[in-house]
C-alpha cells in the first residue's frame, strides 16, 4: 500500500483476525438453510417478503442544506445534500444541472476495513445512486449547478445501497430541491427457489455463489428504485446469475415493497413539514 | 540553567523577497519569506493578505505532522503581519528544516520572524519562540536533553514584542497547572533575549 | 454530436415504422468485424469493429497471490482505458467515468461462478493463482459500446491460452513452480458462459438494439443486459431517463432474445477462425 | 431582514450580539453546549461511539488488525488515529484527499493521545517482535459546528473505552496464530482526557465556539486536561492572549472536563 | 387560520384546467398538476385563474437567474469590470454565495461611455443588481443601469459606513469625506436591508 | 543469458539480423478511422503506433490558452497498458508519457504552418499498442502521417529516427528494445528532412563528442530515409482515395 502523506499510516501490513477465526467449517448451505426456513422464514423472523423495520429521520447535518439519516435495523445511512454548486472543470452552457452523488462506506462500516479512497465497489454505487436520483430531479431549474450528495454507511448490515437511495431522496425533498416525486429503493438477494426481500449481510454474502444444482441455479441481487406516483423505475441494477421468470417476479416483489415504504416517507417529510410550518408560525 | 546558542545570516537566499538561515543549539532551519505577491483568484482575500506557509521536513515528502507546524506558523506570522495593508496579496512563508534537536517548531518560528523582519514586510510587532522543557527529575532547562525518555513535558511559547503577551502556545506530555505557569514565566522572561537577538541580527546586517 | 428536434422525430418515427435511419429493423445489428490473436505478445487477443465503434482487447496473465478470503480462486481484472483517439473528450482523465462504468459493469456480469469459473485459476491453494488482466482499449466510438466491449472480451478470452504449469513444490512458505517451456503446452479458457451483453434503448413506445449515435441521443433511457447461457447475471439501467416496470420486463425479453442470437453467430464465427493461416491483419488491412 | 444582515456584514452582526451579552446561538460567553454520547452501536468495528457536541457530531469506529511490530518497538502495538472530514459534513469541502483541516485535526488528536498517556501501546503486543494488535481508530465527522478538537477526543475515548479484543493464541515457531472471537477482554485505558476549545473575538473569550463563531474569531485555544493534570495547551497563534486569560481558560477546562467525563462514565452504565 | 394542506414531491394537486393554472413549485403532466417540492399548498387567484404554488417548508433551494435582483458584495474591480459575490435574491438568501460580473457598460443607463469604474465601485461594497440573460457556466453577468440599482451600502476609506447624498456621491458619516458611488435610489425594502 | 550478446556481431550484423545502417520494415497506412480529422497507424519494426488529429477547432477548455498569432498544438501520447512486456498500470499521466507528450508537441509544431490558423487548437493524440524501441520516432512519423490525412498545412515531413553506436565506433540505425537494453548510447532525432534542420535532438546517455557526428549524420540519414518511405505511402494513400472519387484519373 502506497504511503498516504495526508493521514497517519499504520504497518505496511496488517490483516483482520478474523481470517484466524477457529474455522468455521460448516458449508455455505448449511449457513444458508440455518437463516432461512424452507419455507421462508428467516433468522429474524421475518418472512421473505418482508421489509426490516425503518427508521428515518431528516435534518441531522446542520451544515448542509438537507440530510436525512435511515436505519434498516442495524444497517445505517446518513445522506446529506449541498446547495447547487459550479460544476467543476465545465466552461460550456448547459440547460440541465448535475447530480453528483458520492457513496462511500466508513472504513468501520463492513466486516473488512474499508480503505479512505473510494474503491470500485464505491464508485459503481456512486453512479447507481446518480442513475437513480436523475430522472427524479428536476434539473432544469439549476442550469449550468450541481447538487451535490454524499452518502456514508455507518455500519452495512445488507442493502447499504437501497438506504442510501431511499434517504438520498428524502434528503432531497428535505433540502427543499425541486423534485418529480418521491423515490424510494428495495434490494432483494435470491438463492435458489428464495427471494429475500431487503437481505441482511448475510443473506447477501450466501447469494453470491449458486448453492443448488442445476435448475435451481439462480443466485444474485437485484436493486430496484421507483418513483412513487408514477410509477415508474429509475434504477435497476442485477448482478448474479439468474432466469427471466425469476427476474420478474423479483421485479414484482421488489415494487411492492418499494410501494410500501412510500409511506414511511411521506410520514417522515409530513413531520418535517408541519414541524417547520409551526416554526413559521410561532 | 544555559542560556541557548542562537546564530542566524540574513539574507543567504536570493529568490525570496527575504531568507535567513538561522540556528538555535544544534536545531537549523532555513526560512524563505516571499510576498507580498498577486495571489490566486480563490485564495485572495478582500481586506487582507493571505498567509501561507509551507514546512519541509529533512527529507521525503511532507506529512501529517508538518501539516501542524505548517498551520502553527501561518497563524502566529498572520498575527504579526500587517496584513490589512497588502489586501488581495499573498504572503508565503517557506520554512526548510536542516536538523532537529528538539525544538524545531521555536527555531522555526524564530527563523520565520528573522525572515519576515529581511524581506521588509510591515509587520505589527516582532514575535519570538521559546521552548522550554521538564526533566522526569521535575527541573525546567532551555536545552533539550540528550535522551528523549528523560523528557516529561515540553512547552513552546511565541510572545509578541508590544505586550509579550502570548500569541501561541504548545506543548508535549502532562504536566501540573504549577509547572504551566512556571514554564510560562520562565519562556517570557527569556523571549527578552530572543528579541534582543533579532535587533542586534538586523543591526548588523 | 447534437441533434435538433426535427433530427429527432425523424429518428423517432424510424423506430415506430420498424425502418430505422440506417435502414435496419429494431433488433438488427450494424456489421460486425472481428479478429483474434493481433497483439502478438498478449496471451489472448481480439479486435472488434461494430460500424464506427473500434475496440481492442488484450488479455496478459500474471502470477499472484490468491485473496486471503478466497484462497481457492484465481484473479480477473478489467481494465479499460477510453483513448483520445476516439474523441477529445477523451484525453487526459476525462474518460475515466466511463471507462470505470464499463470496467465495474464486465466486473458484476463475469462475477458468478456459473459465469466464470476462478477456481480454475488456482495454481496452490492460498499460494499461487493466474491473475487475468483484461484490458480493453477503446479507439473509436460510434455508440453501443457495452455490446462491442462484452463481444470483444469474450472473443479475447476465447483466444487466451494459459500456460501449463508442470509442477508446484512447496518448501515452508516458499513456493516455487515451473512452467512448462512449450510454447504450445497450454489450455485454454472455457468461454461457453461469458456474458454477451445487449443495450437495449427505448426510443418512443419501442425498444431497439445496437443503437448509434444519433439513436442514443432520442433515447429516454436504456438497458444494459448481460446474458450467460439462458440466464441473466447482470442488468443495469443507463440513461437518465426512467421505465415503467412493463417497459422493463420487455426489454429484458427483447435483450435475452437478442443475445442468444449473438451468442450463437459468435461462436460460429470463432470456430471458423483457423490459427494458421497468417495474413495481414489488424489496421493494416 | 437578520439573516442578510448576517450574511452581508458577518462580523457587525456577531460584535451586536456580543455587545448585549449574548452569542448569536442564544448562549452566554461561558456556557458550552450540551454533550451527547452514545456507544457500542456499530457492531462491525471492535470499539465504536458517537459523540455529539452541541450539532458536532464525531463518529468513531476501531477496527483491530494483527500485524508484525515496528522493528525499534518490537513490544509495542499501534493506534492510528485519523480524523475524517468528508464533504458531508459540512459545505467547505470538496469530495478528495483529506484537507489541511483534516490533517492538522488528525496530528492534534494523535498528539493528545500521545500526551495523555491514555492507552499503554505495550498492551496491544501479543508477542514481542512478531505479532501485535493495530487499532484503527477512525473518527468520521458527520456535522462540523465547531469544536471539532472536543467532539472527536470525547468519540474516541469512548470508543476507545468501549473496545474489546478477542483472545489470540500464538505459537511463535510455526507462525500459527488463532483467534477466538467468542473470548473478548476490554483495553485498560488509563485515563481519560478531555479537550475543551475557546475562541476569542474582540477581548471576548467563548467556550466551545460553533463554526460561525470559530471562523469570525480571531484566535483558538484547545485545552486538555486528564484527571488533576493537563496534558495539552495548544494555541496555534491568532491574536493574543495574556496570562490571566490563558489561565482562566484552563480553569474552565478543567472544571468543564468532570463533567464530560461523568457524561462517559454513565454512558457506559447504561449499556 | 385553517390548518396548511400539506403536500410532497409528486403528490397530485388537482386537474390542470384553464382555471387552475401550474405554478411555482409545481409542475404539470398529463394533465394534472403535481408538486415539485416538500411544503405548503398556496392558491393564488389571478384574474379568474387560481395558480397553484407549493411554498417549500424551511428555505428553498434557488440559484440566480435571468432578470432576477440580486444583492452583491464587490470582491474585485478592473478598468473594464468588477467581480462580485451575489449573496441574496430578492429577500431570499442563498445558501452559497454565486460568482457575479459587472461590465463597465452594465453599470449606468446612459453616458455608458463615460463611466469609470473605480468612480461606481469599490471592493465591499454591497449593490443590488439585476442579472443578465445567462452566456456563460459559471458566472452571472449583472446590471446596475436602473435608478434603484447600485451601491446601498458602502465604507469609506477610513472604515466608516457612508450615507448616499447624490446620485454619484456618498459621504462618510465619521469623516465627512466624499466619495463617488453608483448610488441607488433607495426603496423602502432596501433601506431595511443595510440600516438595520 | 548469454554472454556474447553484442550489439553488433563479427560480420556486421546485428542481433535482428539487420545491417548497422538498415531501418526496421516501416508499414503504415492512413485514414484507418472515420470519426478524428486524421489518423494514422504506424509499424516500424514490431513497434505500433496509432495517431489520430482533431483540428484545426476552437480552443477547448480555457480561452485564455488562445493565440492570436498561431494556432495551439496540444498533444497527447499514451501507451496502451499491454503494450509492453510487463504490463503496464497506467496508460498515461507518468513522468515519461508526460516527457513524450511535451517532445511530441515541440517536434509537430516545427512542422506543421500554426501561423494559418489563430486562435485554435490542433490535437494530436498518440496510442501505442507494442512498444518495441523507438516510441519516440514512430509517434512523430505516425503523427506526420494524421496531419497529412487531416489535410493541415505542413513546412514538409518532419521525421524522427533513433541512432546508436555500436563497438565505440560503427553507428547504428534505428534501434530496437533488444538493443536499448543491451545498452549503447542511443541518440533520437526529429527532423525536417528536406531541409535538414533538426527540431529536436535527445541522448539517452554519454559517448565521446568525437562520434556525435557520424551518429548524428547516420540518425538524419534515417530520417530522410523514413521520409521517402512515408512519401509512398502518402502518394498510394492518394491514389487509392482518389481513384475510389475519380479524380485521380485525370492526372
Not at chain 2, 509551507?54 to 498572520?78: A, M, Q, T, Y
Not at chain 2, 525572515?115 to 527529575?137: E, P, Q, W, Y
Not at chain 4, 517482535?129 to 462540523?144: F, G
Request: charged content about 25%; hydrophobic content about 40%; overall charge negative.
Amino acid at each position: 500500500m502506497p504511503v498516504d502523506h495526508k493521514r497517519i499510516n499504520g504497518p505496511e501490513i496488517s490483516i483482520p483476525y478474523q481470517l484466524f477465526d477457529k474455522l468455521n467449517t460448516k458449508s455455505l448451505k448449511t449457513q444458508f438453510s440455518e437463516i432461512v426456513q424452507p419455507n421462508g422464514t428467516r433468522a429474524d423472523g421475518r418472512t421473505s417478503t418482508e421489509h426490516r423495520k425503518i427508521f428515518l429521520k431528516t435534518g441531522v447535518v446542520s451544515q448542509a442544506k438537507g440530510s436525512a439519516y435511515i436505519e434498516l435495523d442495524q444497517t445505517k445511512v446518513i445522506v446529506s445534500v449541498f446547495d447547487p454548486r459550479e460544476i467543476p472543470n465545465k466552461t460550456d452552457y448547459s440547460s440541465k444541472g448535475e447530480i453528483y452523488c458520492e457513496f462511500k462506506f466508513a472504513p468501520f462500516s463492513c466486516h473488512k476495513r474499508r480503505l479512505h479512497q473510494q474503491d470500485a465497489e464505491e464508485q459503481q454505487f456512486s453512479a447507481i445512486m446518480k442513475q437513480a436520483l436523475e430522472s427524479a430531479v428536476f434539473r432544469h431549474e439549476f442550469p449550468n449547478f450541481q447538487v451535490d450528495i454524499y452518502a456514508m454507511v455507518l455500519h452495512n448490515d445488507g442493502a447499504a445501497l437501497s438506504a442510501a437511495i431511499t434517504a438520498a431522496g428524502v434528503a432531497l425533498a428535505h433540502a427543499g430541491i425541486p423534485m418529480y416525486d418521491l423515490i424510494t429503493s428495495v434490494t432483494l438477494a435470491v438463492q435458489g427457489n428464495h427471494l429475500l426481500v431487503d437481505p441482511t449481510l448475510e443473506e447477501e454474502r450466501l447469494c453470491q455463489v449458486p448453492l443448488f444444482k442445476e435448475e435451481e441455479n439462480n443466485h444474485g441481487i437485484v436493486v430496484l428504485s421507483v418513483l412513487a406516483t408514477h410509477e415508474q423505475i429509475s434504477q435497476f441494477y442485477q448482478s448474479g446469475y439468474l432466469s427471466y421468470a425469476c427476474l420478474s417476479s423479483g421485479i414484482e416483489m421488489l415494487t411492492n415493497a418499494a410501494k410500501d415504504i412510500v409511506t414511511l416517507v411521506k410520514k417522515c417529510l409530513v413531520k418535517h413539514v408541519i414541524k417547520s410550518v409551526r416554526i413559521v408560525e410561532d | 540553567m544555559s542560556k541557548l546558542k542562537s546564530s542566524c545570516k540574513l539574507g543567504i537566499l536570493s529568490r525570496p523577497d527575504g531568507s535567513v538561515l538561522f540556528s538555535q543549539d544544534e536545531t537549523t532551519v532555513v526560512a524563505g519569506v516571499y510576498g507580498p505577491v498577486e495571489s490566486k483568484a480563490n485564495k485572495a482575500l478582500v481586506e487582507k493578505a493571505c498567509v501561507e506557509a509551507h514546512f519541509r521536513p529533512k527529507s521525503g515528502l511532507p506529512g501529517v505532522k508538518d501539516r501542524l507546524n505548517e498551520s502553527i506558523i501561518r497563524n502566529v506570522c498572520e498575527a504579526a503581519i500587517a496584513t490589512a495593508m497588502y489586501p488581495r496579496t499573498s504572503v508565503v512563508v517557506v520554512i526548510q528544516e536542516m536538523q532537529n534537536n528538539g525544538q524545531l517548531i521555536s527555531c522555526a518560528l524564530n527563523a520565520a520572524c528573522l525572515a519576515l523582519l529581511d524581506s521588509g514586510i510591515d509587520m505589527k510587532c516582532m514575535f519570538a519562540a521559546v521552548t522550554c522543557f521538564i526533566h522526569k527529575d521535575e527541573s525546567l532547562v532551555f536545552t533539550p536533553p540528550i535522551n528523549e525518555d528523560q523528557v516529561k513535558a515540553m512547552f513552546m511559547f511565541v510572545f509578541d514584542s508590544v505586550e509579550k503577551s502570548i500569541i501561541a502556545s504548545h506543548t508535549d506530555g502532562s504536566f501540573s497547572v504549577e509547572q504551566y505557569k512556571d514554564a510560562l514565566s520562565l519562556c517570557k522572561e527569556e523571549c527578552a533575549n530572543m528579541f534582543d537577538f533579532f535587533k542586534k541580527s538586523l543591526t548588523i546586517k | 454530436m447534437a441533434l435538433c428536434e426535427a433530427e429527432k422525430t425523424f429518428v423517432l418515427h424510424g423506430v415506430e415504422e420498424n425502418f430505422r435511419v440506417d435502414g435496419r429493423e429494431r433488433e438488427d445489428y450494424r456489421p460486425i468485424e472481428l479478429e483474434t490473436n493481433i497483439v502478438s505478445h498478449a496471451f489472448g487477443s481480439a479486435r472488434l469493429r461494430l460500424a464506427n465503434t473500434d475496440v481492442l482487447v488484450a488479455v496478459k496473465i500474471e502470477v499472484d497471490v490468491p485473496y486471503p478470503e478466497r484462497p481457492k480462486e484465481g484473479k480477473l481484472e478489467f481494465f479499460v482505458d477510453c483513448s483520445a483517439n476516439a474523441t477529445p473528450d477523451f484525453e487526459g482523465r476525462g474518460g475515466e467515468d466511463l471507462a470505470i462504468e464499463i470496467s465495474n459493469s464486465l466486473s458484476a456480469a463475469y462475477k458468478s461462478p456459473e459465469v466464470f469459473d476462478l477456481t480454475k485459476l488456482c495454481i496452490l491453494k492460498g499460494h499461487k493463482c493466474w491473475k487475468i488482466f483484461v484490458d480493453i482499449l477503446l479507439l473509436e466510438c460510434g455508440g453501443n459500446l457495452y455490446d462491442a466491449v462484452s463481444i470483444a472480451v469474450k472473443a479475447a478470452l476465447w483466444d487466451t491460452r494459459i500456460p501449463l504449469v508442470k509442477s508446484v513444490t512447496v518448501d515452508g512458505n516458499n513456493v516455487d513452480m515451473e512452467v512448462s517451456d512449450e510454447l504450445h503446452d497450454c489450455q485454454k479458457l472455457d468461454v461457453t458462459a461469458a456474458p454477451i451483453m445487449v443495450t437495449v434503448c427505448k426510443i418512443g413506445e419501442q425498444c431497439i438494439v445496437d443503437p448509434n449515435v444519433a439513436e442514443e441521443l432520442c433515447s429516454v433511457g436504456a438497458v444494459v443486459i448481460a446474458v450467460s447461457k439462458d440466464k441473466f447475471s447482470t442488468v443495469l439501467q443507463i440513461g437518465s431517463g426512467s421505465l415503467h416496470p412493463q417497459t422493463l420486463l420487455e426489454c429484458l425479453q427483447m435483450g435475452e432474445k437478442v443475445a442468444q442470437r449473438l451468442s450463437e453467430a459468435l461462436t460460429e464465427t470463432l470456430s471458423e477462425i483457423n490459427p494458421n493461416k497468417n495474413q495481414d491483419v489488424g489496421f493494416l488491412k | 431582514m437578520s439573516e442578510q444582515y448576517k450574511i452581508l456584514h458577518p462580523v457587525k452582526y456577531f460584535r451586536d450580539h456580543l455587545a448585549h451579552k449574548i452569542r448569536p446561538d442564544g448562549r452566554e460567553f461561558g456556557e458550552y453546549r450540551p454533550i451527547v454520547v452514545n456507544l457500542g452501536s456499530i457492531s462491525t468495528a471492535d470499539g465504536s461511539a458517537i459523540a455529539k457536541v452541541g450539532r458536532t457530531t464525531v463518529v468513531c469506529g476501531i477496527k483491530a488488525e494483527l500485524c508484525q511490530p515496528k522493528a525499534e518497538a518490537a513490544n509495542e502495538g499501534f493506534l492510528i488515529p485519523n480524523v475524517e472530514l468528508p464533504p458531508l459534513c459540512s459545505s467547505k469541502f470538496r469530495p478528495g484527499p483529506p484537507t489541511e483541516q483534516a490533517q492538522v485535526a488528525t496530528q492534534l488528536v494523535a498528539d493528545i493521545l500521545k500526551n495523555s498517556d491514555c492507552l499503554d501501546l505495550k498492551t496491544l503486543c501479543i508477542f514481542p517482535d512478531k505479532l501485535a494488535w493495530c487499532l484503527y481508530a477512525d473518527l468520521i465527522c458527520l456535522d462540523l459546528d465547531g469544536a471539532l478538537i472536543d467532539a472527536c477526543v470525547v468519540a474516541l475515548m469512548a470508543a476507545l473505552k468501549s473496545v474489546t479484543l478477542p483472545a489470540v493464541q500464538y505459537d511463535p515457531a510455526l507462525d500459527n496464530k488463532q483467534v477466538n472471537v467468542q473470548e473478548r477482554k476490554a483495553l485498560s485505558v488509563t485515563n481519560t482526557p478531555i479537550a475543551t476549545t475557546f475562541a476569542m473575538f474582540d477581548d471576548k473569550i467563548l467556550i466551545d465556539p460553533t463554526v460561525d463563531e470559530e471562523d469570525l474569531s480571531t484566535s483558538l485555544v484547545t485545552i486538555v486536561v486528564k484527571e488533576e493534570e493537563l496534558c495539552f495547551v495548544h494555541k496555534p497563534g491568532g491574536c493574543v492572549f495574556t496570562e490571566e486569560q490563558l489561565l482562566k481558560c484552563v480553569e474552565e477546562s478543567t472544571k468543564r472536563a468532570t463533567v464530560i467525563e461523568e457524561i462517559i462514565e454513565t454512558a457506559f452504565k447504561s449499556l | 387560520m385553517s390548518s396548511p394542506l400539506v403536500c410532497l414531491p409528486g403528490q397530485r394537486l388537482c386537474l390542470s384546467d384553464p382555471s387552475h393554472v401550474s405554478g411555482q413549485g409545481t409542475y404539470e403532466r398529463g394533465g394534472y398538476i403535481y408538486a415539485t417540492l416538500a411544503g405548503v399548498v398556496d392558491i393564488v387567484p389571478k384574474d379568474n385563474v387560481q395558480i397553484i404554488e407549493v411554498r417549500s417548508s424551511g428555505q428553498e433551494t434557488l440559484v440566480p437567474s435571468q432578470g432576477d435582483i440580486v444583492t452583491a458584495q464587490i470582491h474585485t474591480i478592473t478598468q473594464q469590470f468588477c467581480k462580485c459575490y451575489i449573496k441574496c435574491v430578492g429577500d431570499k438568501v442563498l445558501g452559497r454565495q454565486y460568482r457575479g460580473i459587472l461590465r463597465k457598460e452594465d453599470v449606468r443607463a446612459t453616458e455608458k461611455d463615460r463611466v469609470e469604474i473605480y468612480k461606481s465601485f469599490r471592493p465591499g461594497d454591497v449593490i443590488l443588481a439585476r442579472v443578465l440573460p445567462i452566456t456563460e457556466a459559471h458566472t452571472y453577468q449583472l446590471s446596475t443601469a436602473e435608478n434603484e440599482l447600485g451601491v446601498v451600502t458602502a465604507h469609506s476609506e477610513h472604515g466608516g459606513l457612508m450615507v448616499p447624498v447624490s446620485w454619484t456621491e456618498m459621504q462618510c458619516s465619521k469623516t465627512f469625506v466624499k466619495e463617488a458611488r453608483k448610488v441607488a435610489r433607495v426603496v423602502p425594502e432596501s433601506v431595511q436591508n443595510d440600516v438595520k | 543469458m548469454s554472454k556474447n550478446r553484442e550489439l553488433l556481431s563479427k560480420i556486421g550484423l546485428r542481433q535482428d539480423g539487420r545491417r548497422a545502417d538498415e531501418l526496421r520494415r516501416i508499414r503504415c497506412k492512413l485514414g484507418v478511422f472515420t470519426e478524428p480529422d486524421g489518423s494514422a497507424y504506424l509499424e516500424q519494426g514490431l513497434t505500433k503506433v496509432l495517431a489520430a488529429v482533431y483540428g484545426p477547432h476552437q480552443v477547448r477548455g480555457s480561452r485564455s490558452k488562445a493565440q492570436h498569432d498561431s494556432a495551439v498544438v496540444n498533444c497527447q501520447f499514451s501507451m496502451a497498458v499491454f503494450s509492453t512486456g510487463e504490463r503496464k498500470k497506467r496508460p498515461r499521466g507518468d513522468r515519461k508519457s508526460t516527457e513524450i507528450s511535451i517532445h511530441l508537441r515541440q517536434a509537430l509544431t516545427a512542422a506543421i504552418k500554426v501561423e494559418l490558423y489563430p486562435w485554435t487548437q490542433i490535437d494530436v493524440y498518440v496510442e501505442v499498442l507494442h512498444a518495441d524501441g523507438g516510441i519516440y520516432p514512430a509517434c512523430v512519423n505516425a503523427a506526420t502521417l494524421a496531419l497529412i490525412d487531416a489535410g493541415i498545412p505542413l513546412k514538409e515531413y518532419v521525421c524522427a529516427c533513433t541512432a546508436s553506436l555500436a563497438n565505440n565506433d560503427v553507428p547504428l540505425l534505428d534501434v530496437s528494445h533488444q538493443e536499448e537494453i543491451i545498452g549503447g548510447p542511443t541518440l533520437t532525432v526529429a527532423a525536417l528532412p528536406m531541409s535538414g534542420k533538426i527540431v529536436l535532438m535527445e541522448m539517452s546517455q554519454r559517448f565521446h563528442v568525437d562520434h556525435l557526428q557520424k551518429v548524428l549524420d547516420k540518425a538524419l540519414q534515417g530520417c530522410k530515409d523514413i521520409k521517402s518511405i512515408l512519401d509512398e505511402a502518402v502518394k498510394s494513400h492518394i491514389q487509392d482515395v482518389g481513384s475510389s472519387t475519380g479524380w485521380a484519373s485525370t492526372t
